[in-house]
T-cell receptor, first 112, second 112 residues
Framework: NAGVTQTPKFQVLKTGQSMTLQCAQD?????MYWYRQDPGMGLRLIYY???????DKGEVPNGYNVSRLNKREFSLRLESAAPSQTSVYFC????FGSGELFFGEGSRLTVL | GESVGLHLPTLSVQEGDNSIINCAYS??????FIWYKQESGKGPQFIID?????DKRQGQRVTVLLNKTVKHLSLQIAATQPGDSAVYFC???????????FGTGTRLTIIP
């Protein structure tokens, strides 16, 4: 049982490049999330999706787009990467209404 | 709660002693609170949750206390062990809304 799988685990981009972080869960969860975590800081919510076909902005959505491709997959796209987007990105999923989120291992992104 | 800067509050506790980690939340409308543990290099893991109609909930070696009057949450860990060393986050949400917001973390270090 893989849980929440994120790819890639590491990525280096140049300013202005684009990329997509992929996330998939195999727990049949309705809710999925994308957070970013900067060094020594807490997690800030970028976007979340309460169900297939719906997405909502979190605390720091600027510079990002998301797609809830189906119930299993929730991707995060950076259209034009900036150094301020250097961070560790975590995807998570949960049963609808639960506060128990299951997190992936994180994707470490560096923008030069 | 919100991240307050680059340096997490820290707490050092002797092995075997009890630990108390505090969290002040900001949204008086929040009615569901959760504690997470994050070990180095990993995603956060759920520890325990509490709903706003309760003021105390116990788990295995952990107790969460909620004081809605002063918007304060605490996590008590009994008989701390080296494996308890981690960063601990409180999180809050409203029932009916899947948005889960994390507060400022606390780094707990267990002294052998």
């Amino acid at each position: 049982n893989a849980g929440v799988t994120q790819t890639p685990k590491f990525q280096v981009l140049k300013t202005g490049q684009s990329m997509t972080l992929q996330c998939a869960q195999d727990m049949n969860h309705n809710s999925m999330y994308w957070y970013r975590q900067d060094p020594g800081m807490g997690l800030r919510l970028i976007y979340y999706s309460a169900s297939e076909g719906t997405t909502d902005k979190g605390e720091v959505p600027n510079g990002y787009n998301v797609s809830r491709l189906n119930k299993r997959e929730f991707s995060l796209r950076l259209e034009s990467a900036a150094p301020s987007q250097t961070s560790v990105y975590f995807c998570a999923s949960s049963v609808f209404g639960s506060g128990e989120l299951f997190f992936g291992e994180g994707s470490r992104l560096t923008v030069l | 709660g919100e991240s307050v800067g680059l340096h997490l509050p820290t707490l050092s506790v002797q092995e075997g002693d009890n630990s108390i980690i505090n969290c002040a939340y900001s949204n008086s409308a929040s009615d569901y609170f959760i504690w997470y543990k994050q070990e180095s290099g990993k995603g956060p893991q759920f520890i325990i949750d509490i709903r706003s109609n309760m003021d105390k909930r116990q788990g295995q070696r952990v107790t969460v206390l909620l004081n809605k009057t002063v918007k304060h949450l605490s996590l008590q860990i009994a008989a701390t062990q080296p494996g308890d060393s981690a960063v601990y986050f409180c999180a809050e949400k409203n029932f009916g809304n899947e948005k889960l917001t994390f507060g400022t973390g606390t780094r707990l270090t267990i002294i052998p």
